[in-house]
């Protein structure tokens, strides 16, 4: 019979853990590395499973690939902390690893996110699939600071049921994490040597924002999608400022 592991990356996240970790509590493991949280997610994460590993933030792809050399069962679910596994998705989950054939070695499923308390169903981020479920033998994250991605050998399936992400239910904890998310994007740019261009810094937010606004029905998202839209194309503007930025101290380093 296929068994599931399921690999968490953390770090002070008291406010979701708990919940995370009761949607996928019927795993037959559970995986959390934890960057040095100075909160209480990793005493909630031990009422849940007792693997878990400490180890110095070094970005998200290293730690989720440190995360899977730990795991023990056929199959990895990646999840993240403000991410919850619905029961008619583990009960899909369930029946698809069960009856998967060897050709598949991953599967895909649409996420919905909740932003500012509220369901977005359009500006492109529904039903917006990704592949979190794969076989350990055929799956491994690339190594950027930001946005890694999974990188696996054989076919997909997608799954209809959906994973439920509740990211930034405030403003002021979107805030939180965008200097931080701007600087690694512009840092991950720096170190490909994509140079700076000023049309980028122009043209790419407002066609941003044109796209998930109108192109992808963001108004109908309300007022929360008119936020998501704008925010979306200031990321993008910010990015790109900083890789300005960067281009500009490197002259300056070499004269």
């Known amino acids: 019979m296929s068994t599931l592991s399921v690999v968490v990356i953390t770090k002070n996240e008291e406010r979701n853990i708990r919940a995370c970790l009761k949607s996928i509590k019927w795993a037959d493991e559970i995986i959390i590395v934890d960057a040095g949280s100075n909160d209480r997610t990793v005493d909630i994460a031990r009422e849940f499973t007792q693997k878990i590993f400490s180890r110095p933030w070094d970005g998200y792809g290293e730690a989720k690939n440190y995360g899977l050399l730990q795991c023990t069962s056929e199959w990895i679910l990646s999840l993240d902390a403000d991410e919850r596994v619905t029961p008619e998705l583990k009960k899909e989950i369930l029946d698809r690893l069960s009856s998967a054939e060897q050709k598949v070695v991953a599967l895909s499923m649409p996420r919905r996110a909740n932003f500012l308390g509220k369901w ?38 997608q799954l209809d049921s959906d994973l439920l992400h509740y990211t930034d239910p405030e403003l002021r904890l979107y805030f939180e994490k965008f200097n931080k998310y701007t600087s690694l994007a512009a840092e991950e740019m720096a170190v490909h040597k994509k140079k700076f261009m000023l049309v980028q810094l122009i043209v ?25 839209c704008v925010l979306s194309a ?8 900083k890789l300005w930025e960067y281009s500009i101290q490197k002259e300056g380093d070499n004269p």
């Open 234 to 241: 200031n990321y993008v503007f910010t990015k790109y400022a």
């Open 120 to 157: 977005i169903n359009h500006c492109g981020w529904y039903p917006g699939y990704i592949t979190r479920i794969f076989r350990r033998s055929e799956g491994r994250f690339t190594e950027e600071k930001v946005h890694e991605r999974l990188v696996v050998h054989g076919e997909t399936i």
């Open 204 to 228: 790419n937010p407002i066609w941003v924002f044109i796209r998930m606004y109108i192109v992808r029905l963001g108004f109908l998202d309300g007022i929360p999608g008119l936020i998501l």
